[in-house]
């Protein structure tokens, strides 16, 4: 089992910048959590949830075309913690933020394919 929380979320205004952080905990995450592929999710209210960026187990990133060049996702095995930077944010960026994870390698926005989900963090920009 991996359970995750997330930290940062935020108020800014239109143009702002935050960085979400994802920390897994688990009985064998110490040696497990480099395995996992991991992604963050958004979901804004009366939306359905959509894929942000997603982290292949070798690195590899994708991301939305709506954040393209905006947002970046990065992982630290050693703090078995994922990221997410988001610079130039917009008020259509406002959302309720899930970091996920899933046992498999290959990086996806697919949220059906996420076996372990955080509780979210809140992100609100301004205009």
């Known amino acids: 089992q991996v359970q995750l929380v997330e930290s940062g979320g935020g108020s800014v205004q239109s143009g702002g910048s935050l960085r979400l952080s994802c920390v897994a905990s688990?009985?064998?995450?110490?040696?497990?959590?480099?395995?996992?592929?991991m992604g963050w999710f958004r979901q804004a209210p009366e939306k359905a949830r959509e894929g942000v960026a997603g982290?292949?187990?070798?690195?590899?990133?994708v991301y939305a075309d709506s954040v393209k060049g905006r947002f970046t996702i990065s992982r630290d095995v050693g703090k078995a913690t994922l990221y997410l930077e988001m610079n130039n944010l917009k008020p259509e960026d406002t959302a309720m933020y899930y970091c996920?994870?899933?046992?498999?390698?290959?990086?996806?926005?697919?949220?059906?394919?996420?076996?372990?989900w955080g509780q979210g963090t809140q992100v609100t920009v301004s205009s």
């Open positions: 688990g009985s064998t995450i110490g040696y497990t959590y480099g395995r996992y592929s």
């Open positions: 982290i292949g187990r070798d690195g590899s990133t």
């Open positions: 996920a994870a899933r046992g498999t390698p290959l990086k996806t926005l697919e949220a059906r394919l996420y076996n372990y």
